[in-house]
């Protein structure tokens, strides 16, 4: 997704809904979370997880609404870890 950030961002929402179960996805989407410096992409990740409920992301929900270095990104995970009932 490098330097096709704005078509990267439904490419990878696209994915978590389409795959709601599937672990891969879930591993692909935590991988894209941690893509420092790529807060489209990252943001993207959240709003997937988000919207695939995916409970086992929190932990790394969690470091990213403590850690993230762009601000959007923090909030948006902070965000989603409220809606999936982290805290």
Do not use: F, M
């Not at 807060?39 to 988000?50: E, F, M, S, Y």
């Not at 995916?54 to 601000?71: M, P």
């Amino acid at each position: 997704c490098r330097g096709a950030e704005t078509s990267c961002d439904p490419a990878i929402r696209a994915i978590g809904e389409l795959a709601p179960q599937n672990t891969d996805v879930h591993t692909a989407l935590l991988a894209a979370l941690k893509s420092e410096g790529q807060p489209v992409v990252q943001t993207a990740a959240i709003d997937a997880l988000k919207s695939r409920k995916d409970v086992a992301a929190l932990d790394a929900l969690k470091d990213a609404a403590a850690n993230a270095k762009d601000n959007s990104v923090r909030s948006q995970a902070q965000d989603a870890v409220t809606e999936l009932g982290g805290k």
